[in-house]
């Protein structure tokens, strides 16, 4: 929990002995540990990873971390082109696959290949844990594994078909920290409310030469990224005041009294004592 930085309220729960993936009790969901490890998946989830589990009708428990792994980087690929993360574009690289019970996506015939999966993952069933449904804010329909799924006919990507051909450069899947995961706007949380990242091109961090760091630069309060980010979340309007929960916080919380503050009574002339309000997280 402190790691992925999930909020108390999704609360988060160990399977009990002899539990499977389907066995998530009531008012809950089974998300795989491979999700948040290579899959650089972090809650809430983005508006990308939603509109996908949403088109093809899928449920998230029923993704393997290989589907993730490819929907994940096919999104940090293209936010590092400044392409669009579209499911249009996403379905012209991979097409909706299902194999022993999960679903995936695999590189359709004939598309120029983005990343390769991870070699030697092959007892990611075992780890998985429970957290409340509204963790994850999409529309998720659970399928019956042995219907099978329907192949698409959509136009390969190449210079003559879309735009962007020119510009497309594959990035292998990697491993993303916190802090890296932000500066990609696909982590709500921010290691500084008062920070942004350097522009610069996002690819180069993918690079085997790059030897730099991202720089975060103070801003004011109502610039940019820190507000233009949220955008990218799929989460209920109705939660966008307690952004904060998600920051981790280190060492003890200190005890803050409540300033009075004198505030003049309309029409009367008098001073009131009011406890100051503490501004809000997100405009």
Same mark, same amino acid.
């Given at each position: 929990m402190t790691s992925v930085q999930m909020a108390d309220e999704w609360v988060v729960t160990y399977p009990k002995e002899g539990d499977t993936g389907v066995d998530a009790p009531a008012g809950f969901i089974t998300l795989w540990a491979e999700f948040f490890n290579d899959g650089n998946l972090r809650l809430p989830v983005t508006v990308f990873v939603a509109e996908v589990l949403e088109y093809y009708h899928l449920h998230i428990s029923q993704l393997s971390p290989f589907g993730m792994f490819r929907i994940r980087n096919f999104e940090y690929t @293209?936010?590092? &082109?400044? &392409?669009?993360?579209?499911v249009e574009n996403f379905r012209r690289f991979y097409q909706l696959t299902v194999n022993t019970g999960f679903f995936s996506v695999n590189q359709r015939y004939g598309s120029p290949k983005l990343m390769t999966p991870p070699?030697? &993952?092959?007892?990611?069933k075992r780890w998985f844990f429970y957290v409340k449904a509204c963790a994850v804010y999409a529309n998720m329909t659970f399928w019956n594994v042995n219907v099978g799924v329907t192949s698409e006919d959509i136009a390969l990507p190449t210079a003559k078909t879309v735009d962007w051909f020119s510009r497309l450069k594959p990035i292998e899947l990697k491993k993303l920290g916190n802090n890296e995961l932000w500066v990609w706007r696909m982590m709500l949380t921010r290691p500084d409310r008062r920070a942004r990242p350097v522009d610069a091109p996002l690819w180069r961090m993918f690079e085997s030469d790059f030897g730099g760091k991202v720089e975060l630069l103070p801003c004011g309060e109502r610039e940019g990224f820190n507000l233009e980010?949220?955008? =990218?979340f799929r989460v209920p309007p109705? =939660? &966008?005041g307690d952004l904060g929960? @998600?920051?981790v916080k280190t060492g003890p919380k200190k005890h803050v009294e409540r300033k009075q503050v004198k505030k003049p009574a309309q029409g009367r002339g008098k001073g009131k004592s009011e406890g100051s309000a503490a501004p809000p997280l997100v405009s």
């Amino acid at each position: 929990m402190t790691s992925v930085q999930m909020a108390d309220e999704w609360v988060v729960t160990y399977p009990k002995e002899g539990d499977t993936g389907v066995d998530a009790p009531a008012g809950f969901i089974t998300l795989w540990a491979e999700f948040f490890n290579d899959g650089n998946l972090r809650l809430p989830v983005t508006v990308f990873v939603a509109e996908v589990l949403e088109y093809y009708h899928l449920h998230i428990s029923q993704l393997s971390p290989f589907g993730m792994f490819r929907i994940r980087n096919f999104e940090y690929t @293209f936010r590092a &082109l400044g &392409l669009d993360v579209t499911v249009e574009n996403f379905r012209r690289f991979y097409q909706l696959t299902v194999n022993t019970g999960f679903f995936s996506v695999n590189q359709r015939y004939g598309s120029p290949k983005l990343m390769t999966p991870p070699k030697g &993952l092959t007892k990611w069933k075992r780890w998985f844990f429970y957290v409340k449904a509204c963790a994850v804010y999409a529309n998720m329909t659970f399928w019956n594994v042995n219907v099978g799924v329907t192949s698409e006919d959509i136009a390969l990507p190449t210079a003559k078909t879309v735009d962007w051909f020119s510009r497309l450069k594959p990035i292998e899947l990697k491993k993303l920290g916190n802090n890296e995961l932000w500066v990609w706007r696909m982590m709500l949380t921010r290691p500084d409310r008062r920070a942004r990242p350097v522009d610069a091109p996002l690819w180069r961090m993918f690079e085997s030469d790059f030897g730099g760091k991202v720089e975060l630069l103070p801003c004011g309060e109502r610039e940019g990224f820190n507000l233009e980010i949220i955008g =990218n979340f799929r989460v209920p309007p109705r =939660n &966008l005041g307690d952004l904060g929960k @998600f920051e981790v916080k280190t060492g003890p919380k200190k005890h803050v009294e409540r300033k009075q503050v004198k505030k003049p009574a309309q029409g009367r002339g008098k001073g009131k004592s009011e406890g100051s309000a503490a501004p809000p997280l997100v405009s």
